[in-house]
């Protein structure tokens, strides 16, 4: 399949919304991640993403609106729920926050994996919501790699993935928050959050004026009501191992490995390794987790491309804000395989 790379512009939009309402697929910026999109009220759409991807059908998708009147057909939300969807909504959206809800018979079980639920997100990047409007559906799209590989936040790591597989990506530049939103389950209280990402823990506390539950795990035989719970995700090719320690003792312990391998690492720590001949990456420094969640994915795809027979990467084990998610995809992408020093 040929696939047509488009600079976003109001001409491009209007060309990727046809391929929506084809029913094909079409890689889209948001603020987030690169998502792949496709009509989220179309189960034949829907099921080609997960063949693209090659993403379990147990793994649900994220429905993304244009605005919240694309909403209320989706969900059946008792006063309560809408409530609190309000006071989320007028903080968060649009923005990197999902919320799940009660869903309608409207949606397609392929979306919710059968469950009762649906994730919904409005997200802040102009050209996605114009996309939306422009193609008239909610539109689904989780990230636009190929299942369990980091997530793309470039066109170029869009494109290493996709090309020959999608008729069509628009290019909209590199992503500003560089995870995926959080999910917060609505139908619990207090809230639970399903996933960690571009909205902090203490921002939703601080918005409705109550705790919420950190991130959950699905328990043997649930049905997830949100991607990101269960499966190994954001893994490069190349083994990874996460340091969490000073620099000076990461470098002390690298000193004593043997083999070839690099290091993702915090910007003050990078002289330290580079003084050793260690190939590094800085993806931010350790107290700023914004920079590290906007960098990880692309630090990541970047040291798979360097060849080496393990890769390494230091992991501040703070969880506030942003953190929270940069904690939760480097977890994800080594498998757990952590060590402290």
Not at 39 to 58: C, S, T, W
Not at 243 to 258: M, R
Not at 297 to 325: C, H, N, W
């Amino acid at each position: 399949m040929h696939t047509k790379i488009l600079k976003l512009s109001s001409t491009a939009i209007q060309e990727a919304a046809e391929v929506i309402r084809r029913g094909e697929l079409c890689a889209m910026p948001t603020e987030t991640v690169y998502g792949l999109a496709a009509d989220g009220l179309n189960p034949a759409a829907a099921k080609e993403i997960f063949r693209v991807k090659g993403r379990p059908q147990d793994n649900p998708l994220i429905l993304h609106i244009a605005n919240l009147e694309m909403l209320y057909p989706l969900v059946v939300m008792t006063p309560e729920m809408e409530g609190v969807m309000m006071e989320l909504a007028d903080v968060f959206w649009p923005g990197p926050l999902t919320m799940v809800l009660p869903r309608s018979s409207l949606v397609p079980d392929i979306i919710t994996a059968g469950g009762p639920t649906v994730a919904i997100r409005m997200p802040a990047h102009p050209g996605a919501r114009a996309l939306i409007e422009a193609a008239g559906t909610p539109i689904a799209a989780p990230s636009a790699n190929l299942s369990g590989r980091p997530s793309p936040t470039t066109l170029r790591d869009c494109a290493d993935d996709l090309t020959g597989l999608v008729p069509m990506i628009l290019d909209g530049g590199d992503c500003d928050v560089g995870v995926e939103s959080t999910v917060a389950d609505l139908t619990h209280f207090p809230l639970d959050i399903l996933r960690a990402g571009g909205v902090g823990k203490e921002d939703l506390e601080e918005a409705l004026g109550y705790p919420v539950c950190d991130v959950s795990a699905p328990k043997t035989g649930e049905i997830l009501r949100s991607p990101g719970m269960k499966y190994k995700h954001y893994a490069p090719s190349t083994p990874l191992t996460a340091l969490l320690g000073s620099g000076e003792d990461s470098a002390a312990w690298l000193d004593k490995q043997s083999g070839e391998f690099a290091v993702i690492c915090f910007d003050e720590s990078a002289p330290l390794f580079a003084a050793k001949g260690i190939p590094v990456i800085p993806y931010g420094r350790e107290s700023d987790s914004v920079t590290q969640a906007r960098k990880v994915f692309t630090s990541l795809r970047e040291a798979d491309r360097l060849g080496v027979e393990r890769l390494y990467i230091q992991l501040s084990p703070s969880k506030t804000g942003r953190g929270a998610a940069v904690f939760n995809r480097v977890f994800r992408a080594c498998g757990g395989d952590m060590i402290t020093l």
